[in-house]
């Protein structure tokens, strides 16, 4: 089987690492060292190789390299303001391309008030349903969202198991009636 291909995106220190730690071993280090450019992480269990790309922006031009990723995590720091350019400056190079995303935001614990609602509005602004395809996380509650983010990933990246994947997805604007689509998002 081929293994699936993920990559993380994300400012400097949007919990990256910790949430990849969560998702693969319901556990995380307290302080995770920085991810310098980039972390491969082969996960033989379930067919998957997860690349996080470090938040520095000298990252970003390795962006070009995974276009052709199964699926990318766009990670947002929630313990801040919003902030829109920190996700634009991704979504500008996934926007060349048809591409599936899931948005993570990151340290729900310590939410910035606010920050969570405007996240929203800025994914409905850009036509998505924040309902499916945002997943908030925290590193003292795994056990609430490592079950159904890995579920959703699955759904995602083996889509021939049968499910639904477009429960997941579906634009603010699709209805009952739309045809069933593979292309859970197309920004
Ligand atoms: N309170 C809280 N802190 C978190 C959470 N996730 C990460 N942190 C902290 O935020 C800091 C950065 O976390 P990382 O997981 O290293 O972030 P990153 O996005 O991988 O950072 P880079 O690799 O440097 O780009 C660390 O001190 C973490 O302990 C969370 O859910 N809640
Ligand atoms: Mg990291």
């Known amino acids: 089987m081929r293994s699936k291909a993920i990559c993380l995106l994300g400012e400097k220190s949007a919990g990256k690492t910790t949430m990849l730690q969560g998702l693969r071993s319901g556990a995380v280090s307290d302080n995770p060292l920085p991810t310098l450019v980039y972390d491969n992480q082969i996960d033989s269990t379930n067919h998957r ?25 766009v990670c947002v720091d929630l313990s801040k303001p919003f902030d829109v350019s920190a996700v634009d400056v991704y979504l500008e190079q996934l926007l060349t391309i048809d591409v599936q995303i899931v948005f993570i935001g990151c340290k729900q614990d310590i939410a910035h008030i606010g920050a969570i609602d405007e996240l929203r509005a800025y994914l409905k602004k850009l036509d998505l349903n924040p309902d499916s395809c945002l997943v908030l996380t925290s590193k003292n509650t795994i056990e609430q969202w490592r079950a159904p983010l890995e579920e959703k990933l699955n759904y995602i990246l083996n889509p021939s198991i ?17 045809p069933p689509s593979n292309q859970t998002i197309s920004l």
Do not use: M, R
């Not at 190789?49 to 000298?58: I, N, Q, R």
């Not at 639904?164 to 009952?176: D, K, R």
């Open 49 to 73: 190789v997860y690349t996080e790309l470090s938040g520095d922006p000298k990252s970003l031009s390795l962006i070009a390299q995974h276009l052709k990723n199964d699926l990318f995590l």
């Open 162 to 178: 049968g499910a639904n994947i477009s429960q997941f997805f579906g634009t603010q604007t699709s209805s009952a009636t739309s």
